[in-house]
């Protein structure tokens, strides 16, 4: 698709000035979900355009986190987010971020995110709670990424581990638990076993008086 600058803007990709300067009458081509910024650089007595080309369409982004929980405990977790800039909003983020905004702007945000929302819970309500942990990471990262122009259309929390002497503490936990099941089994099927070897013993009684 082709966008002329200062003249008619098609309407999937129209091309946003960020610097003014003298410019004659120019092409360029620009894809379907794709927008154009124009950028003037003035070198000597020459006018040198360059269009710079964003991509707008969503966008996956998998950022891993090492933070901490409430009761101190190590936790690895891995968001999964789908970005995109707001179209409007592209200039000031070319001249304020740059067009590597998300490598500047995602994995910073999401640690900040993370910690703040993490350290309000214990390791057991992280995995007891983790929808409502999900749901609060989302709400929250999506607030805080609106401020640099940043659209999330989905927030996924897909990975969430602890450190080792955590795990290793929940697993000697369940090898009890257990355990301690199986041992009530044995005495309940032992006190079983005794009754029915009472009942029959007074049935045989019985039958010989």
């Given at each position: 698709?082709?966008?002329?600058v ?39 007595v ?29 936790v ?24 590597d905004?998300?490598e500047r ?29 999900s749901?609060?990471?989302?709400d ?20 969430l ?15 009890a ?21 009472i ?11």
């Amino acid at each position: 698709m082709a966008v002329k600058v200062f003249g008619s803007i098609g309407k999937c990709s129209p091309a946003l000035a960020v610097a003014g300067g003298v410019v004659n009458s120019a092409l360029y081509n620009v894809d379907a979900g794709h927008r154009a910024v124009i950028f003037d650089r003035f070198r000597g007595v020459q006018d040198i355009v360059k269009p710079i080309i964003f991509d707008c369409c969503s966008r996956p982004r998998n950022v891993p986190v090492i933070t901490g929980s409430k009761d101190l405990q190590n936790v690895n977790i891995t968001l999964r987010i789908l970005f995109r800039p707001v179209a409007s909003q592209l200039p000031r983020i070319f001249t304020s971020i740059g067009e590597d905004y998300d490598e500047r702007v995602l994995p910073s945000i999401t640690t900040e995110i993370l910690k703040s929302v993490v350290a309000r819970f214990d390791a057991g309500e992280l995995i007891t709670q983790r929808e409502l942990v999900s749901r609060q990471v989302s709400d929250d990262l999506t607030e805080r990424a609106a401020t640099f122009g940043l659209i999330l259309d989905d927030v996924s929390l897909m990975h969430l581990t602890f450190g080792k002497e955590f795990t290793e503490a929940v697993e000697a936990k369940q090898v009890a638990q257990q355990e301690a099941e199986r041992a009530r089994f044995v005495v309940e099927k032992a006190e079983q076993q005794k009754k029915e070897a009472i009942i029959s013993a007074k049935g045989g009684s019985r039958q010989l008086s």
